[in-house]
């Protein structure tokens, strides 16, 4: 699923050629081409097709911004109606927002395709797997559910403080968009493998130079994936069709079995939260829970 690099990046991509312009029509390609695009349609959209083409039609784009993993389009609707509204975008796990030359769909499970008041334009959103979404909310963030501070803009002495009240496990913390909005898998492995840190450790009972570095690490992972625009393990890319290229510099994230670049040591796996969970066993001691000790052997034992 595209976390806070990706999204970040598919924002920056949108921006140059979409802020400034008006949306003049919104094709619905799966609704037209068989019987059951319109189950898809009421699984991504908040409200029927038809609404929803309505409140698009002839906005023009203000802004675009991220907020956690989802996409933000300020939106304004001139003349005699005129009004804000706001295009939520959740990419979910494959979807995909992406500037093409032709209004004709050029991926299976195109849903939406955005013509613009800009000559040889139109940006299409395709999804196979369909756990994308698109909603028209009137207040941006104020209409989202409640999401933890970005992890790009907390300070470091409130992220001790959230921290050192829990008594979680790490990467669980670092999953849950209330803690913290933006991170997912992928980032929450490699910022926890630059740290040094074990995934299974207690959030409260890491010291404030083990916080300070964890701290310093997600902000390090963030900003070097942005710069290098993500990470394209299947499907991302971003606006104007370029894969990320951060997965070639991933220290544990999907690397089971290969070998550490500090130590050598083989990558490990495990689940925590549902999830894979890939950590270096020598390098990631840090607060890792102690195994029990053995008891001694009750009676009968042989």
Known sequence: M??????????????????????????????ESNGSGGRVL?????????????GLCGARVEEIRRHGKNILIELRREGKHAARTCLLV??????RLQFEAIAEPLRPH????????????WLHFSDPRRFGKLRLIEDGVRDLPALGPDPMEISREDFYARLHSRRAMLKSLLLDQRFLRGLGNIYADESLSRARLHPAAIGAALSRGQVARLFE???????QAIVLGGSSISSYVDAQGRAGWF?????????TGEKCFRCGSLIHRMIIASRSTHYCPRCQRAGRPLAPKAGPPGKGAR
């Not at 195109?110 to 334009?121: E, K, M, N, R």
């Not at 997965?247 to 690397?255: C, E, K």
């Open 90 to 95: 959740h990419l979910g796990m494959t979807g």
């Open 217 to 223: 690490s997600i902000r390090d992972t963030l900003a």
């Open 42 to 54: 009421r699984r991504l959209l908040n409200e029927p097709a038809a609404a929803f083409q309505k």
């Open 110 to 121: 195109t849903h939406l395709i955005f013509s613009l008041d800009a000559p040889g334009c």
């Open 247 to 255: 997965q070639q510099v991933h220290q544990v994230y999907g690397r």
């Open 2 to 31: 595209p976390e806070l690099p990706e999204v970040e990046t598919v924002v920056r991509s949108l921006r140059p050629l979409l802020v400034g312009r008006r949306i003049t029509a919104v094709a619905l390609p799966s609704l």
